[in-house]
């Protein structure tokens, strides 16, 4: 079966840090791009951060600029989250997603494979 698990997520204070993993099993996804998404309690899923299928172009949401780091490891079939100086405004859950092709993308239609999501809470 062919599936994105997300782990890493929990509750941290303001200031603080996580990384969110997105393990994928069931094909390799080294040929495709790949993207993290989060959506906050009534509001819709929002663009995050994506990366192509090398590594090489990565691409931020401004709010996420300069304090998440988005990667990944072919070897390992594993994309990851780094997130720095957490904000109680980041609090959501966390998608990873994949879509079909190498170049990345911030629009969630073209994402056609989702994990089931991970809470990062974060307090003040």
């Known amino acids: 079966q062919v599936q994105l698990v997300e782990s890493g997520g929990g509750l941290v204070q303001a200031g603080g840090s996580l990384r969110l993993s997105c393990a994928a099993s ?8 790949m993207g993290w998404f989060r959506q906050a309690p009534g509001k819709e899923r929002e ?10 172009s990565t691409y931020y949401t401004d709010s996420v600029k300069g304090r998440f780091t988005i990667s ?26 994949t879509k079909k092709g190498r170049n990345l993308s911030l629009l969630r239609t073209e994402y056609d494979l989702w994990g089931q999501g991970t809470q990062v809470t974060v307090s003040s």
Do not use: H
Request: proline share 2%; glycine share 4%.
């Open 26 to 33: 069931g094909r390799t996804f080294n040929s495709y791009a």
């Open 72 to 97: 990944r490891d072919s070897a390992k079939n594993t994309m990851y989250l780094q997130m720095n100086s957490l904000k109680p405004e980041d609090t959501a859950v966390y998608y990873c997603a």
């Open 47 to 56: 663009f995050v951060a994506a990366i192509s299928w090398s590594g090489s």
